[in-house]
């Protein structure tokens, strides 16, 4: 499994979102408190992606573990975000440890993350790769199932359909054929920020301007809800909506 968190509202530093909260997820890499059975530690990748302005996000993405890596350290304390997507991984036996395997996954103004595991992989997901465009299987940016599953939720969006709806109809399509699979997703253009909750936890933490989702919460504040299972969140500065999820 893996721990994430998308973060919008008035710029912070990314030092304050992955560093300095006493549950930060630097320290959730190597001391989670809500894995569920899905490991000990998340120290195969992290990454982090970020908006500068208006215009497409930056990424930076390792296959070490965070707590190794000096430079996310100092670039933390020194960047500046309004919405950040980022994640630390524990990798499922067999899958690549690569750079590339870290999320955020990306496209366009798109950042995406995947906390969970697709059962019978590959096996199960064969007849909906096959659905996928074939330069999209051969450009994949690691042979795991949170890298394909990326691409199916991708594909939606490119022909059109929202973020909610991608990733609700993607979560729906992958449990169908690969019951017992978690599948808590994460996805945000740096406006809009939706997850699902399939399998694993995921709390949220709104605030006047501000809107806080985390795979586990990052402090004791008292703001905090979890998110209940079977439910997808769409949240904004202004808002968080729950809506089930659906179901094939």
Known sequence: MCRHLAYLGPPVTLAELLFDPP???VRQSWAPRD?????????????????PGDGEPVRYRRAQPIWSDPTIAQLAAVTSAGAVLAAVRSATVGMAVLDGAAAPFAEGRWLFSHNGVVRGWPD????????LPVRDLL??????????????????????????EAVGDTVAEVAAAAPGSRLNLLLTDGRTAVASVAGHALSVRAAPGSVLL??????????WRAVPEGHLVTATTAEVRLSPLPTR
């Open 23 to 25: 549950y930060s997820l």
């Open 124 to 131: 199960a997901m064969v007849p909906l790769a096959a659905g």
């Open 139 to 164: 450009t994949l940016d690691a042979a795991t199932d949170s890298a394909l599953i990326w691409a199916l939720v991708r594909h939606r969006l490119r022909a059109g359909a929202g973020p909610a």
């Open 35 to 51: 894995m569920r059975g899905g490991g000990t530690i998340n120290a195969d990748g992290f990454g982090v992606g970020w908006y």
């Open 214 to 223: 985390c795979s586990e919460p990052h402090d004791d504040d008292p703001g």
